[in-house]
């Protein structure tokens, strides 16, 4: 007897792009049998997936998951539950002063959570400005921190814009390559309001390294009325991983849509956070969502969220092999015609809608978690805020809700615009 049978659902393979009507197996944490053979298989428990779309569980490399360990943590028990995503990626919450912290408050997570090593040894506890200050950026300290944690440390993060950096320009960046190189880990860069540009992070980027928020309105040099820039061009070319981080001021439908004409295939993350839970990100299914509306197809975008994430950061993940970790996602998909809004007020039409029905991470069927209220730090819309306090206790048995029309969200990142001192940051 199985301890867990997935049963009747269409099995969707990352790797092959394709579907088929199957059953999976699961027996102590991992996947024991997968595929159409399994009609007598008995359980201890089952997930009747009739009608449904089973696929690997989602891998989210981007995301703050520190709950009360700085300003953009988000409670993680609320959220992973109801959106199928089993793997997470803290992206530079942490630096080597509390890499050990944060590693004891994910470690009784059901779902596998790594981390990406700030360059900085102080992390991301404000706001902002954790580059400016260089005596924080010691490599030496960030390579013996990084080496300890061994496969828990699965990068280095880098966050490279004005607000960050100060007067510092690409030093932190410099830096930030040298411990990746001598941690044998790749880099990954976020941008945004420049300087540094794009053109100037462009040179220490390398094959298998990540560059974050790569659909942003915000840096002026991602893509042009002509296409994607130049220097976006030479680090796709390079073999860079290319990656969503929706956040609070990553997503423009206008960049998305330039760059799938040019080929660009991003990995889909949500950049989660204290701000972007409430939306308009709100979680993995709806950001996939988006880039169905900006013309995508459900293929690649389940692939997007499974195997290439999991891939680019070498994760124990995507994957319905046997003997794999039994991380599974069972997702209602629907055709149902619904408006969904980037961070600046556009909007497209979205044909399908994708539901976490249920999520099942290393074998077991994760429980319903309310999620917790947003800081009081966080500044929301007053129609975000009180849909959030209407509907908490229905968020303990059902998703989130998804607001949809651009006034119901503040815009914190206005495009063709520099920011003040007083604006936020998107992490």
Not at 136 to 148: F, K, P, Q, S, T
Not at 181 to 196: A, C, E, F, T, W
Not at 313 to 342: K, M, N, S, W
């Amino acid at each position: 007897m199985w301890d867990l049978l997935v049963r009747g659902g269409t099995l969707f393979d990352p790797l092959t792009g394709t579907e088929r009507r199957g059953d999976i197996a699961v027996h102590q944490g991992r996947i024991a049998a997968c595929g159409s053979d399994l009609t007598g298989a008995q359980a201890a428990q089952e997930v009747d997936a009739t009608g449904r779309l089973v696929t690997p569980g989602l891998v989210d490399i981007h995301a703050h998951l520190w709950s009360g360990g700085g300003y953009w943590g988000v409670d993680l028990a609320g959220i992973a539950w109801r959106t199928g995503v089993t793997s997470w990626v803290d992206a530079g919450s942490a630096g080597a002063f509390a890499m050990s912290a944060l590693r004891s408050a994910v470690a009784a997570s059901p779902v596998s959570v790594y981390a990406l090593l700030n360059v900085s040894a102080v992390g991301i506890p404000g706001e902002t400005g954790e580059n400016r200050d260089l005596e924080n950026l010691r490599v030496d300290i960030g390579h013996a921190e990084g080496a300890a944690h061994g496969d828990f440390v699965r990068g280095v993060k880098a966050r490279m814009d004005k607000r960050t950096v100060g007067d510092h320009g690409v030093e932190p960046l410099r830096r930030a390559r040298e411990l990746a190189d001598r941690l044998s880990r790749p880099l990954m860069v976020h941008i945004g309001y420049g300087p540094p540009t794009v053109a100037d992070v462009e040179p220490f980027l390398r094959e298998g390294d990540i560059l974050t928020h790569c659909a942003s309105g915000s840096p002026t040099d991602l893509v042009t009325s002509a296409g994607i820039s130049p220097a976006l061009r030479k680090i796709a070319e390079r073999g860079v991983h290319l990656d969503i981080g929706h956040g609070s001021g990553a997503f423009a439908f206008d960049v998305v849509e330039t760059e799938r004409v040019a080929g660009l295939t991003p990995i889909i993350s949500t950049d989660l956070h204290a701000v972007s839970a409430h939306g308009p990100a709100f979680d993995m299914p709806t950001v996939m969502e988006k880039m169905i509306a900006a013309g995508w197809s459900m293929a690649d975008v389940f692939t997007a969220a499974t195997s290439r994430p999991a891939s680019a950061l070498g994760l124990d993940a995507g994957t319905f092999d046997v003997g794999a970790r039994a991380d599974i996602a069972v997702f209602q998909v629907e055709e149902d015609e619904h408006q969904l809004v980037d961070l600046h007020g556009s909007s497209r039409v979205a044909p399908l809608r994708i539901t976490n029905v249920a999520t099942i991470a290393g074998g077991s069927l994760l429980p319903p978690v309310a999620p917790q209220p947003a800081p009081s730090w966080v500044q929301l819309s007053t129609r975000q805020r009180d849909v959030w306090d209407e509907q908490r206790a229905e968020l303990a048995s059902t998703s989130a809700p998804r607001l949809s029309e651009a006034s119901d969200f503040v815009e914190p990142y206005p495009r063709d615009h520099t920011p003040t001192t007083q604006e936020t940051s998107h992490a």
